[in-house]
């Protein structure tokens, strides 16, 4: 299984789950810019329609994952608010978006083994958009509120992530030769997907390379297209036991292969050893092999991308390519789903389609091997999800039965 | 860290207090472990490299390596918005080439900076539009190439 511990990160070592469970339903809320909406209402939204796409009832969900650390998520007290129910259900606050999208499969598929749930819904929403008054109330917070960040790296203004992961970007053109024309080769791909997907925010304005080129610098070396939208939105996924999903509505989607990594130096970036990597270097080598498969099996892949260099380190660090070589990798249409090499965010991604934190990625994924998807990968029958925040990572294998 | 004194650092904070304390006097200072002399950065209880827990902040030569940086040229953060553009981003010491220090580059054009380029440490107020008192920090600007093959020396400050 490869080696678990490095000088820098390490894996979770993770029982064999594959082929246990199965994505059963898929649901989205309206992605927009500010709405006025709640998070609750958001999640209820893309609650209600996972359900339904399952072929499921409300009181059938007898598990419910959602992100803990964040604030105002749809919880179980929520739930039974909103549905009229009052069942007990199998609680879990290590779901919801981030690298958690990417994991709660492992923790479903063990509650389902133990007979704790038979269907585990994961939600996720955010109303960034709508909350935001300042990077404060935003996705800074976290980071502001951590002490060692707040006393040695905002004062010098190395704060927020744009400029950390500008900082990044630059060491990883310096080791490596990795040119803005190939940061811009993911964004154009994530565009061009965006404007193919009705969901997407950005679905009605293009972005070429040449349009990407003449942006301005927002933090040098980064333009605002290699950064992330700030939306509101959510998604929900259900699970259930393959067994289980064979009666369901809609044909199952295997969990074949989970994996999860972390950076020993947490989301302390600054002092991560191996600056220009991510902990998908712990986990996608375990879920690969969890699955049975490798990375050249994979027909479309989707990738928690808070910024270009963010999924540029990722395709390097799960084995898409070596280590340094993401850059040409990405060039040209290699990205693209329609003969691409390696379809990726085919749903636009945080850049393009709307920065519901990694859940739509997964909801893409299943999407993609159902053959629903808008811009569809023609016979997609193996799709990853790779999951960052910051500290950690995760992959998620899904493939058609 | 009341809000009239954002986004300055809580000189008073027990991690950090003697960073910026030293910074004060002049001197650039990082914990070293008493077991190995391993330089420790961030602060930490114990040593990474061998689980100690009796450091000594010690002061470094303040020459080293420009890791990385990032010219911002937004404003982010209010206090931030008349700064820019300004240049943030890691330095490496000379000691201690696995501590980064997160700072600024000062004197100097931001065209003009190359990756692990040698710099210098120079002591800089902290100062920002709506704050009382201002903070002496270590920022850091370009310094000439130290003599090759050799240990580096003072005349490289």
């Not at chain 2, 370009?142 to 400050?157: L, M, Q, T, W």
Request: proline share 6%.
């Amino acid at each position: 299984m490869g080696a678990y511990e490095s000088d820098w990160g390490h894996a979770s070592r993770f029982e064999p789950v594959g082929g246990e469970i199965a994505v059963v339903g898929i649901g989205e809320a309206e992605h927009s810019k500010a709405s006025g909406r709640t998070t609750h209402e958001i999640a209820a939204q893309a609650i209600e329609r996972a359900i339904a796409d399952a072929g499921l009832e409300p009181t059938d969900i007898d598990g419910l994952m959602y992100s803990g650390g964040m604030s105002e998520q749809f919880d179980e007290e929520a739930f039974h608010a909103h549905f009229g129910t009052r069942h007990s259900m199998f609680v879990s606050k290590q779901g919801g978006g981030m690298a958690w999208a990417g994991s709660a499969p492992y923790i479903a598929a063990r509650a389902i083994r133990a007979g704790k749930a038979r269907h585990v819904l994961n939600v996720f929403s955010v109303a960034w958009a709508t909350q935001r008054s300042s990077m404060l109330g935003g996705p800074g917070a976290f980071h502001a509120a951590e002490p060692f960040k707040f006393n040695l790296e905002l004062p010098f203004g190395w704060f927020p992530q744009p400029v950390y992961f500008a900082t990044i970007t630059r060491r990883h053109m310096h080791e490596f030769g990795t040119t803005p024309e190939q940061l811009g080769a993911i964004a154009v791909a994530c565009r061009r997907h965006a404007n193919l997907t009705p969901s997407a925010i950005m679905r009605s304005k293009t972005l070429t390379l040449e349009d990407y080129l003449s942006r301005p610098m927002l933090v040098d070396p980064l333009r605002v297209e290699d950064c992330c939208l700030i939306s509101d939105g959510g998604a929900a996924y259900v699970m259930s036991s393959l067994e289980r999903a064979r009666d369901l509505a809609q044909p199952p989607i295997v969990v074949a292969g989970v994996g999860e990594g972390y950076s020993d130096s947490g989301t302390h970036w600054s002092q991560q050893r191996a600056f220009t990597s991510t902990p998908q270097v712990f986990s996608a080598p375990p879920a690969f092999a969890m699955a049975g498969l490798e990375p050249k099996d994979v027909d479309v892949l989707t990738l928690y991308d808070p910024f270009t260099i963010v999924a540029l380190m990722q395709i390097e660090d799960m084995g898409f390519c070596k280590k340094g070589e993401a850059g040409a990798f990405v060039e040209g249409r290699t990205l693209h789903h329609d003969g691409g090499v390696l379809p990726y965010n085919t749903h636009g991604g945080l850049l393009s389609h709307a920065y519901v934190l990694g859940i739509a990625h997964v909801v893409e994924v299943v999407r993609q091997l159902r053959g629903q998807a808008a811009a569809q990968v023609p016979g997609a029958r193996v799709g990853v999800y790779g999951g960052y925040t910051g500290h950690m990572a995760t992959t998620l294998i899904l493939r058609r039965l | 860290m009341a809000a009239s004194s954002f986004p300055l650092p809580d000189t008073d904070w027990d991690a950090t207090r003697a960073f910026w304390a030293g910074a004060e006097r002049g001197e650039l200072v990082i914990p070293r472990c008493g077991g190995c002399a391993a330089y420790q950065w961030y602060p930490a209880p114990a040593c990474k490299a061998c689980g100690g827990k009796q450091f000594s902040w010690t002061a470094v030569s303040g020459r080293g390596r420009l890791f990385s940086w990032a010219v911002v040229r937004h404003g982010f953060l209010k206090p931030f918005a008349k700064k820019v553009p300004y240049v943030t981003g890691l330095v490496t010491l000379e000691e201690a080439p696995a501590v980064r220090l997160v700072t600024n580059l000062v004197d100097c054009e931001a065209d003009g900076l190359q990756v692990d380029m040698p710099v210098r440490v120079v002591f800089r107020p902290l100062v920002f539009p709506d704050t009382e008192r201002q903070v002496m920090a270590p920022m850091f600007t370009p310094a000439s190439e130290p003599v090759a093959g050799k240990e580096r020396n003072a005349r490289d400050v």
